[in-house]
């Protein structure tokens, strides 16, 4: 790419940032693009001398509202698919808005860059197995987010015998590992909570808005735990044996965790986590793979769900001999 064609595509994309946020400054553009606040000033400045409403407004650059930068002309549900896609849902019905979609883009890309992605496509076959369809309950959660509605859901949790009705104020939606969830407040036990969607029956949005609470992020809220469920924070450590350490290596649960592999081929793993109830979940998975050395909370845990399998088994020796080996690890 020359450099005029270069510096063209850049001022596309700054284009496309400055509409889609509040928030692009020049100090953020150019770190994005990894070049000097100077180099910002002047794409600006070519932007404006273009015929571009672009103004800056003490949190970034903004565009006015009149001007227009889309060549895609996708319509709402299109945007959906994009922001949503399709891939996160379980049988989902959206086939013919995205062959529309993939249409609309592949007709965008210059002749060659087509041809590869074409191909490509033909030869390519994805699918992340969501575990909610793409119904009723998503779409008027999804509005409720978006337009800070106050929400009556009909909400039945994983322990409870039937549904009970919540009022939540929905702060955002989440995707963990197959599933969705929406976090709010819920005006029952005065407190943020998280709500998977699938075991919501019905949504009832008000006419009440609610505020966004200053400094609160989903992100943040989310953040030290191993997927959904909150707790204390422990440092953890599990010995694993040569399968279950590669397999660790190849997909890492956490971010931030530590592999330290042994000349054997097996590896010690460490994380630092907040809530290790899904943690056990997660190391029985390997079965004689992987032991926990710490804590003794999570090594307790596993013990216990051992314990309880063997009797349902009705394995009473191994039972006993599981009680017997671990007499001395501390537990809660």
């Known amino acids: 790419m020359t450099p005029r064609a270069h510096r063209l ?47 800056y407004s003490g949190d970034g650059y903004q565009v006015d509202d009149d001007f227009f930068f889309s060549a895609l002309n996708l319509t709402p549900d299109e945007a959906a698919l994009l922001l949503y896609p399709d891939s996160l849902f379980r049988d989902d019905i959206a086939l013919p808005i995205k062959e529309r979609v993939r249409a609309k883009l592949l007709s965008a890309l210059p002749p060659r860059m087509r041809g590869i992605f074409k191909e490509s496509l033909v030869r390519t076959d994805l699918k992340i197995e969501g575990a909610l369809e793409r119904d009723e309950v998503f779409e008027q959660i999804h509005h409720a987010v978006g337009e800070h509605r106050r929400t009556v859901i009909e909400y039945r949790s994983i322990r409870a015998q039937d549904f009970e009705q919540r009022v939540v104020d929905p702060y955002g939606l989440v995707y963990r590992r197959y599933a969705w969830y929406v976090v709010g407040l819920c005006h029952k036990s005065g ?142």
Not at 20 to 29: E, K
Not at 249 to 270: C, H
Not at 273 to 280: M, P, S
Not at 297 to 320: C, D, H, W
């Open 9 to 55: 595509a850049r001022l596309i994309e700054i284009l496309t940032l400055v509409q889609a946020g509040t928030d692009w400054g020049p100090g953020r553009l150019a770190k994005h693009f990894g070049i000097s606040e100077t180099r910002i000033y002047q794409d600006i400045k070519e932007l404006s001398k273009a015929g571009v409403p672009i103004s």
């Open 191 to 332: 407190e943020i909570r998280t709500f998977k969607l699938s075991r919501i029956r019905r949504v009832a949005p008000t006419e009440v808005r609610f505020a966004y609470p200053e400094g609160f992020s989903v992100k943040r809220y989310f953040s030290g735990r191993w997927n959904v469920f909150d707790g204390e924070e422990h440092d953890v450590v599990i010995r694993l044996k040569p399968v279950a350490a590669r397999l660790v290596e190849d997909n890492p649960p956490v971010k931030d965790a530590s592999l330290m592999k042994m000349s054997d081929g097996s590896a010690i793993f460490r994380a630092r986590v907040r809530g290790i109830q899904e943690i056990g979940w997660w190391v029985m998975k390997f079965g004689d793979q992987a032991e926990v050395i710490g804590p003794p909370a999570l090594r307790s845990q596993v013990i216990s769900t051992l314990i309880k399998m063997a009797a349902i088994y009705r394995l009473p020796v191994i039972e006993e001999q599981v009680a017997e080996d671990d007499e001395g690890y501390g537990s809660e």
